[in-house]
Each structure stands twice: as C-alpha cells, then as structure tokens.
C-alpha cells in the first residue's frame, strides 16, 4: 500500500512510545532556487574599482583678526610704564647758542645795556648811537654815556664742549651785569635797549617793550625796542615816548 508510517487514533494499550518528530505536522521546504536569487537582488553587481579623483584641498579661508580690548585702568598704566621702560631714551637734541652783542654804559642815575647792531662798539656817527644820544636827552639824562667793561658777546667760545645755550647766556649775562653795577653807584633804573638785553638779562620776551620790570639781583629795569627796530619802524617811538613820561620820574627823582 505504500505506507511510509501511520498513526493510531486513540493510544494503544502496551504500546511503545511513538517518536515526538512524527507527530509534528510536514511542512514542505521552500525551493533551493529562491534563495539565490534572493540574494542577488540584494547583493549589488560586482564593479571593478575606479580610479581615485584627484582630491582638491579645500581653499583657506582668510584669517580674520578680531581686535582685542584694550587694558584700562591701573593695568594699562602698568603695562604703559613697561613699554616706555623698554623703549630707548633718544638724547636731547643740542640747542644752537644764541649770537648777540652787547654793552653796558652809565648815563646820569641810570645804567643802559643796549644791542649793538653791528656786534661793534657804538661810534660817534652811527646812526645807532645818534638816535641813543636822542633817548637820553629826552629822559633828562646825559646824552655821552661812559662805557662800563667790555662788550659782552655771545656765544663766547667758537669751538668747545661748553654749554652755551639760552640758560648759560641768561646766567652769564645777569651776573656780568650785576657785578659791573656793584662797581658803580646805585643807579636809579637799568634801561634794557634790545631783544637780546630784555630777554638775557631782564629775563622777558618783546611783549615787554615799553613796560617796567622787577629783576632779582638788579633791580626796577625799563624795556626798550632796539636802537634798529626803532630806526625801520618809526612809529614805534610815539609809543616809546608816552612810555618814558611815565618811568622818568623814577630817575628824576633821584637826581
């Protein structure tokens, strides 16, 4: 009959033990043929390797400098302080003598420290030292003024490591002054005739022509325009003349 195994209905009385693996249903197994075609619908053909691109290195982007606070406060004046520390020191630069000429004289009860124009002494008929006899005659003073020491001239070395600056001229030129007084009687007023007599020995600048001045060591002096200035600008002698009705009663007096 072509039985390959059977199975009893109901269990038989002192039978064996049937096999477990019968009594489980058959299931029929999947054809063999599915499987690799399974597989090849999810496995991708096979493609030779192609050759590798050139790889391009991305393109920098530029560096952007972001600007940093600056230090304030105590910090930015410690770190301020460190840098000029650290910063070499130029040397000062030499300042140019200055170049002048003067004399001193004594006329009357005053003493007069003019420029000479020419760096030479005033002579008879210059026309300089015309005008200067004009001035004093005009203050009530002696128009032949004597000579005191020598002409001051500045600088007074050509050549030399000396310091012959401003402040040297000013600190030469004050002592010259008061030392040659000292010799003299006391003079009633010290006229400065001149930039370089206002400025190196009354201590002033051209604001102060025509105006009275206190210098320490010398005493009440009297700025005056210098003899050339005078000369090319004669409109300055009206202001020089209502100037001197006022300071002559300082040397009037004490005549």
Known sequence: MQVASWLPRVELPFAALSRPELLQPLVEPEPAAAVPQVV?????????????????????????????????????KVEAAAVDAETPVAPPTPVAPPRFALQLLRAGACAVLVELPTG??????????????????????PDSPQLIGEPVRWPLLARGQIDQGPDAALEFVQSFVGARLEEQEPCSCLWL??????????????DAYNRELQVEGLGAAWALPGLELLMDEPERKRELWQAMRRVRQRWLAAT
Request: no cysteine; charged share 25%.
């Open 193 to 206: 005739v001149g930039l370089p007599a206002i400025r190196f020995a009354g201590e002033a600048d051209a």
């Open 120 to 141: 030479e002494p005033l002579q008879g008929r210059d026309p300089a030292y015309l005008l200067l006899k004009d001035l004093l005659r005009a203050a009530g003073l």
């Open 40 to 76: 090849a619908e999810a496995v991708p053909a096979y493609e030779p390797p192609r050759a590798e691109a050139a790889v391009v290195a991305p393109t920098p982007r530029p560096k952007i400098e972001v600007p940093r606070p600056q230090p304030q406060g105590r910090m930015a």
